[in-house]
């Protein structure tokens, strides 16, 4: 079964440095996610992706994130700054429909320290 | 906003026993509902869904009623086993204007399943 894939599975960077974590969402589907999931706390939604841009992004998304599709296969989530309370789960998300369940790729954990 | 509320954890079952994790919901409009599960070191696995109202969402001998006069969505299995021990997160979708949708999540649910 097709599946959505996310490296590294674990990421450490001091704080102030910049991350970009990778994932490559399932072949034919067309919109995209980012959720993050901070160690005991809920799992939360940062932005969608569609059409080679954002359709909604979360309070959480502010101007130190960013996302880029660079190519048909990739989905990039960048952090330009990293700050300690970036430290979470972030969890990649595909769907081959607008209504339809999302696929979720295994996670990379970030720790910033 | 639209949220999703769950039972708290952990719980702990023996082999065999009934489960039942609470989940409601509150929403604007006509939510889709999900459960995803995620096994220890593992990423979110949709479980099951219903989009509608009356609908029921099976698998794996899991199964939970979408109820819009109570606005629930429990799941349940008639007799669980060690390998469902694993964290179950309830949720609910929301169409957004731009494209695609917005997974709105409870805090999860711990099931512990013992011998």
């Known amino acids: 079964e097709p599946e959505v894939t996310q490296t590294p599975s674990h990421q450490v960077t001091q704080m102030g440095q910049e991350v970009i974590l990778r994932c490559v969402p399932i072949s034919n589907h067309l919109y995209f996610y980012w959720y993050r999931q901070i160690l005991g706390q809920k799992v939360e939604f940062l932005v969608s992706?569609?059409?080679?841009?954002?359709?909604?992004k979360s309070e959480i998304f502010d101007d130190q994130f960013s996302v880029e599709r660079p190519d048909g296969s990739n989905f990039t989530l960048k952090i330009r700054s990293t700050k300690l309370e970036d430290s979470a789960m972030y969890f990649c998300?595909?769907?081959?429909?607008?209504?339809?369940?999302?696929?979720f790729g295994d996670g990379t954990r970030l720790s910033i320290l | 906003g639209d949220s999703v509320t769950q039972m708290e954890g952990p719980v702990t079952l023996s082999e065999e026993a009934f489960l039942t994790i609470n989940c409601t919901y509150t929403a604007t409009g006509y939510p889709s509902l999900f459960w995803y599960v995620q096994y220890p070191g593992e990423g979110l696995q949709l479980l099951l869904k219903?989009?509608?109202?009356?609908d029921k969402g099976s698998n794996k001998g899991f199964e939970a009623t979408y109820r819009k006069e109570t606005t629930s969505f429990h799941l349940e299995k008639g007799s669980v086993q060690v390998s469902d021990s694993a964290v179950y997160f309830c949720a609910l979708t929301a169409i957004l204007t731009g494209g695609g949708n917005k997974l709105t999540f409870g805090t999860g649910t711990q099931l512990k399943v013992e011998l």
């Open positions: 998300a595909s769907s081959s429909d607008g209504g339809g369940p999302q696929h």
């Open positions: 219903a989009t509608k109202a009356d």
């Open positions: 992706f569609y059409n080679n841009e954002i359709s909604e």
